[in-house]
């Protein structure tokens, strides 16, 4: 068993943080790279990114959105509980260089996965402007770790209960037109990161995204997770997760992300009403 | 000498019995029930007992077959089955999934004339009656010698390699990437046709004489090759598989509805997709499926689909009847449980609605031209032939390739021009020093048997390595 060493609760109970016991992960990981997490048994292989790790404690860090069954269910595990099988370290790490000044957009639970990426372009030397969005205030997560490792930080959210009311294209936009750019990284929801990707192509910055569709294996057997980009089928779990966000198929992606709604819900409602 | 043949003769193969088509088509419970002992007794009076037996020469690993069909004669199963132990450490396994007809029964002397004696079905009985009854001898190890070996891949190479290697008193833990050990054998081979309970009973006998399993390791993530060394093994055993799937490369292919057959088998059998609910993994189903390809695994996902609910279940393929790769028990099951073959024809494209779901498949009528390399006649288009076969699932089992994830970040391994580890055929010797490999991972997708005697081959090679030196 992976043991549950810290939990916390964030966005109102919506995003679950947990610190795992992982020595062999921690040890290897890097910005960038997931893992593939079961819980029990009767469990789904999920995969999530790790928002951060300590190879001394032998831990990874793992923030996720409660979404459906299986987080559902991740997020009953107590403190001392724990998972049944963790895989990884997957996927490629970000490539991490000095290109003068990055720019990092987040949105939602993105943000977590997209914190050791902007932690690792300051330490290579980058001058770093984060813009990070929610819906609303109250479920934000990482401001402050997100300043600590940023230049620069600007706040969105859509119902501008907090910083910038509006989206975090618009302030991107600013953004690019007063500085230099060597680098956007986007993550979060699909369809910001398809909008990103297209102010930044009117730009001519390069741009990097992290894609997140479902996987199963994530060592390159099952081709479940194959996006197109550039033209070319890609495996996701081997091949990425990040890709040049100007050559994704992102239509493609929400689509392929649909593919089990209906049995999700099934699954999802089963359980609440066993939990209740 | 020549009527003998003749006289036994008149005893016919003993049917297997199995469940009934209709009934079975719709469960994942085993097809053949087996022999029980009356039936594999007169089977095994069937046998000649030949001197020079040519069923022998079809085995990959040289069952000594006369030998325990005679003990399987005499009633005595336990001895039987350490028969077979001597030669073949998955019986169980290799009763049900070996293709017979091109090995041992393929040779078997009395197919000359009638049917060949079921050797398939009797070594499936005298496994099936072992782990029952519990009534066997286990082997005893040799003294330790204090070397350790890591094995990567829990499938039939690596379970092969691993079982030789701790009777010769090594040390062995055995690396795998899934949740689960087995290889194809638990994520690929669907449970009606071997169930998992063998597997992990085999994997079980194994643990108990010492072998170290270590599950959801990755090699060349969690754990590299020179880590391993490092970590202070001795001698490392690659046994990875193919794993990597080919796709058809046509229009349409990312639809929702389109699986590589490792995905469809996977969500089904290792993630018991089936089940669902009551697992989490849920699965697309299908009405009116369509399977690309012909070969076991095409088979497996063609009666899967059937299993799950599916209205048809259809196997397109390029070739003819004639050609077609998979066992003739699968076929001939397949067929009995109602999939229809659509010989001849070619994908072109697949169809989809604006949900970006699968609604249909245009395909093209195929005809048969010259012999190719393969000595198999090439199938070449008749144009102007296009026609639609409507489907709302489409598994894509063509074949698979080297997945690259283990030797790309494995220094000083020398890959073929696709991507598989090149291996001395005698022995399972890589480029690299203290390195073997076997199994699929150096044929290609091949069978049970064969990455069972290459990781036999190689286990030989590692004691010799162990004791004497490279
Ligand atoms: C490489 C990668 C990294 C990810 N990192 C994070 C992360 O750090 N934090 C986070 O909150 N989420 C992350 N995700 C998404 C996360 O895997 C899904 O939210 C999760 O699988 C949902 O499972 P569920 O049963 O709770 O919900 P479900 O009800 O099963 O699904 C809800 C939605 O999640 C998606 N989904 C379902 N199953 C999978 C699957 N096996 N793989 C991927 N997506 C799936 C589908 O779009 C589905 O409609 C990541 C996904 C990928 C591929
Ligand atoms: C659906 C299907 C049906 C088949 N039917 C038959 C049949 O009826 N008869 C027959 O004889 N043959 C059949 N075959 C073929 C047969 O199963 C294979 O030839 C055989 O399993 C190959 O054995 P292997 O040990 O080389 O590899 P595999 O069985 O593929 O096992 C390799 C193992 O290594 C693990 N692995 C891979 N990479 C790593 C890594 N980096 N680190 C750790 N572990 C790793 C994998 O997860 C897997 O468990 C079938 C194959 C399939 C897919
Ligand atoms: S191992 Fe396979 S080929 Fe050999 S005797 Fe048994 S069934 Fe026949
Ligand atoms: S060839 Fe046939 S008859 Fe002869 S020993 Fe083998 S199984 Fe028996
Ligand atoms: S998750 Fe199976 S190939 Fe990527």
């Known amino acids: 068993m992976f043991k549950i060493v810290r939990r916390e609760e964030m966005s109102g109970g919506t995003v679950v943080l947990n610190e795992i016991e992982a020595p062999l992960i921690a040890r290897k990981a890097k910005p960038g790279q997931f893992v593939i997490i079961k819980a029990n048994e009767t469990g789904e292989r999920v995969p999530l990114t790790m928002a951060d790790t300590d190879p001394v404690k032998g831990t990874i860090t793992l923030i996720y959105m409660v979404v459906g069954k299986s987080t559902a269910l991740f997020k009953t595990l107590k403190v001392g509980e724990g998972y049944q099988d963790i895989i990884g370290p997957l996927g490629k790490p970000t490539h991490l260089e ?4 990055a720019v990092c957009v987040g949105g939602g639970t993105g943000i977590a996965v997209l914190h050791p990426i902007t932690r690792g372009l300051k330490q290579a030397g980058n001058k770093v402007i984060s813009i990070i969005g929610a819906r609303s205030k109250n479920i934000l997560i990482l401001e402050d770790q997100m300043r600590a490792v940023s230049d620069e930080l600007h706040v969105c959210t859509d119902d ?16 690019l037109d007063k500085n230099k750019v060597g680098l956007v990284v986007g993550i979060g929801p699909v369809p ?30 099952c081709g479940g997770c194959r996006v197109t980009v550039g033209g070319k089928t890609q495996f996701a779990c081997v091949d990425g997760p990040e890709f040049d966000g100007h050559l994704v198929d992102f239509d493609e992606l929400t689509l392929r992300l649909q593919a089990y709604c209906e049995d999700e819900k099934e699954c999802y409602n089963n359980f609440c009403t066993l939990k209740a | 000498m020549a009527e003998k043949p003749e006289k036994k003769e008149k005893t016919p193969r003993q049917p297997m019995p199995e469940q009934e088509p209709k009934a079975r088509a719709r469960n994942f419970e085993e097809v053949p029930y087996g022999y029980g002992p009356e039936a594999a007794v007169k089977e095994a009076e069937r046998c000649l007992q030949c001197k020079n037996p040519a069923c022998v020469d079809g085995c990959p690993v040289a069952v000594d077959i006369p030998g325990f069909i005679n003990l399987i004669k005499q009633g005595e199963f336990a001895r039987s089955i350490s028969k077979i132990w001597e030669k073949n450490s998955l019986p169980a396994v290799c009763g049900r999934v070996c293709p017979q007809e091109m090995q041992c029964e393929g040779r078997c002397i ?31 190890l040799a003294q330790p010698t204090g070397k350790r070996v890591a094995v990567v891949g829990s499938g039939p190479a690596g379970l092969t390699v691993a079982g030789d290697l701790i009777l010769k008193g090594h040390q062995v833990t055995i690396y795998e990437a899934f949740h689960k050990p087995g290889g194809v054998l638990v994520y690929g081979i669907p449970e009606f046709r071997l169930p ?53 490369n046509v229009p349409g292919e990312n639809l929702i509805g389109i699986y590589s057959a490792n995905e469809y088998l996977t969500r089904s059998n290792l993630m018991k997709a089936y089940r669902f609910p009551e697992y989490d993994t849920p699965i697309i189903k299908g009405r009116k499926v369509i399977t690309l390809g012909a070969g076991n695994v095409a088979m497996d996902a063609a009666r899967t689909a059937l299993r799950l609910g599916a209205e048809s279940s259809s196997i397109v393929y390029r070739r003819s009847r004639e050609e077609v790769p998979a066992r003739a028990a699968e076929v001939h099951h397949a067929e009995e449980e109602g999939v229809q073959f659509h010989f001849l024809t070619a994908p072109v494209k697949f169809l989809g609605n604006e949900k970006g779901r699968l609604t249909g498949m245009v395909g093209l009528k195929m005809a048969l031209g010259e012999p190719d390399d393969s000595g198999r006649r090439r199938p070449v288009e008749i144009k102007g032939s296009e026609f639609e076969m409507e489907c709302d699932l489409a598994i894509i089992a063509v074949g698979a390739n080297a997945n690259p994830l283990l030797t790309r970040s494995t220094e000083g391994l020398q890959l073929n021009k696709w991507g598989y580890i090149v291996a001395d055929e005698a022995t399972g010797k890589t480029s690299r020093k203290a390195v073997w490999a076997g ?3 150096v044929t290609g997708s091949a069978t049970v048997i064969l990455a069972m005697g290459a990781g036999r081959k190689a286990a030989d090679s590692i004691h010799d390595y162990l004791v004497r030196g490279w």
């Open chain 1, 98 to 101: 000095n290109v003068g000044t």
């Open chain 2, 439 to 441: 199994g699929d991972i």
């Open chain 2, 110 to 140: 009395i197919g000359k004339k009638g049917e060949p004696v079921a050797i398939g079905n009797l070594e499936r009985f005298a496994a099936d009656f072992a782990r029952k009854s519990g009534e066997c001898e286990l082997p005893t």
């Open chain 2, 196 to 248: 998992k309970e063998i597997v992990f009973s085999e994997v079980a006998a194994l643990e108990n004489m010492g072998v170290k399993l270590e599950l959801n390791q990755v090699i060349g993530r969690t754990i590299t090759v020179e880590e391993l060394f490092a970590e202070g093994f001795d001698a490392v055993f690659l046994g990875v598989g193919a794993g990597l799937p080919r796709f058809l």
């Open chain 1, 160 to 175: 501008g209960s907090y910083g910038h009311h509006g989206f975090v294209t618009e302030v991107l936009k600013t953004v």
């Open chain 1, 192 to 221: 910001m990161m398809k909008f990103v990707s297209k102010i930044t192509k009117d730009y001519g910055v390069k741009t990097l995204v992290s894609l997140n569709p479902i996987m199963i294996d994530g060592t390159g057997m």
